[in-house]
């Protein structure tokens, strides 16, 4: 009763102010009495004159949804919500029928979910108990906080000011010992894959049309040579096979892009952080398989992941690797039937360019269109992405991050993209 009765007084105050009969007259009555009950009559029959000529029930048909007192338009939100309350009752029971009256004995039948739908409406937000408890213990958290900041300024004698910020990289992205924080990526994924998994295929389906194939060449370089490979060659022709001749029989694929991080472009980075803790975590490599210039003819090393531990020998690498792919490329598909591209792969005067062959031009020309100055592969193949021919779009990425990343980009694309590992 303490929360209805002053909500119904405020009512009753505002009809009477918009019908013009709000009186200043107060004191107590007696209901009983003949008086009081005529004047009542009277205030009732009052009322009813002046709902007939009142604009306040009727229909406004030019105008927006908006507040029959206050005035106030209507969001998008609450003018769908009181418009179409009763549509959305409809369908929440009906879903309730077939969830809870109506069981489908088959599991494999998808089973409508229900959703809690809470409609919007002039009403003020609603303050519970919950909320209030969470916003004391936040203060409270926020007071603790405060108090152990200055009793610290006092012993350690340095001003407030300066203790805003205790680590020199922020909190957000590493830990009191500075190493970058584990995002939950592997979580949401799975959250995905839960919520929809009609997004998530074992198996990519049969289209029509031309296709691209893109692939983070970081990814491609893990393979390890087998035995029978000894120079950087034999290496070089199997990453071939293994990656861009198998994908162009598989997808019929009609563009090939292998792109590659070119790190250390911008700054310093969180990323410069994490590459940073994996060099200490990783012991010495083999000096004797350290080159200034990898080329065809060098042997391979005795340990590849040993190699590729360190940074100035993967960069050498991928720098061999850009131009001889594509050299490989041209005298494979002598046809000109498949556009190979290659990107971030290059530090001389091709720095930041994107160069391949295709059936247009002779010989390895550069495409202006996919030139770009990114540091990592996962973003840098959105760029590839949108800017193929294809109506169909494959990327071979293991890393999360491309998923990620290309979540808000996707649907601009207007094309079927696939992500797989």
Not at 124 to 149: A, F, G, H, M, W
Not at 325 to 346: H, K, N
Request: charged share 25%.
């Amino acid at each position: 009763m303490t929360y209805y009765l002053p909500y119904r007084a405020e009512t009753l105050h505002n009809l009477k102010v918009k019908l013009d009969i709000e009186s200043g007259q107060s004191g107590k009555r007696k209901e009983l009495s003949k008086s009081y009950i005529h004047s009542e009559e009277q205030t009732i029959f009052q009322y009813v004159e002046k709902l007939k000529v009142s604009s306040l029930f009727v229909d406004d048909l030019v105008g927006n949804l908006h507040h029959i007192f206050t005035h106030t338009t209507a969001t998008s939100d609450q003018a769908d919500s009181l418009l179409r309350y009763r549509y959305y009752g409809s369908e929440d029971m009906n879903n309730y029928i077939q969830c809870f009256l109506i069981r489908v004995p088959d599991i494999s039948v998808k089973q409508p979910h229900r959703k809690r739908r809470n409609l919007k409406t002039f009403s003020s937000p609603k303050v519970t108990v919950y909320k209030q408890k969470k916003e004391i213990k936040d203060n409270k958290t926020v007071i603790s906080c405060l108090r152990k900041q200055i009793a610290f300024s006092k012993l350690s004698s340095e001003p407030v000011t300066d203790l805003d910020q205790f680590l020199a990289l922020p909190r957000a992205i590493c830990d009191a010992e500075g190493i970058p924080l584990k995002g939950q990526k592997s979580l949401f994924l799975h959250h995905f894959r839960s919520r929809y998994p009609d997004a998530f295929l074992s198996a990519l389906p049969t289209e029509t049309g031309l296709t691209a194939v893109i692939l983070e060449g970081m990814f491609m370089i893990n393979s390890n040579p087998a035995p029978q490979h000894k120079t950087f060659g034999d290496y070089t022709k199997f990453i071939f096979d293994r990656w861009i001749v198998r994908s162009y029989k598989q997808f019929s694929a009609s563009e090939i892009h292998v792109v590659f991080d070119h790190p250390n472009r911008h700054g310093c980075s969180p990323k410069d952080v994490e590459r940073s803790r994996r060099d200490s975590s990783v012991q010495a490599t083999d000096s004797a398989v350290l080159s200034s210039v990898v080329h065809e003819g060098l042997l391979l090393p005795s340990s590849w992941r040993s190699f590729l531990a360190n940074r100035e020998n993967k960069r050498n690498l991928v720098n061999f690797l850009s131009y001889e792919l594509l050299r490989l490329a041209l005298s494979f598909f002598i046809d000109g039937l498949c556009t190979v591209i290659t990107a971030g792969g290059f530090d001389d005067d091709n720095r930041d360019k994107a160069l391949g062959i295709s059936s247009l031009h002779v010989g390895i020309v550069e495409f202006a269109q996919l030139s770009a100055n990114h540091e990592e592969g996962d973003t840098r193949v959105w760029l590839h992405a949108s800017q193929a021919a294809a109506s169909r779009v494959i990327i071979y990425s293991p890393d999360t991050d491309t998923f990620f990343i290309g979540l808000p980009i996707v649907k601009s694309l207007r094309k079927s993209v696939f992500c797989t590992d």
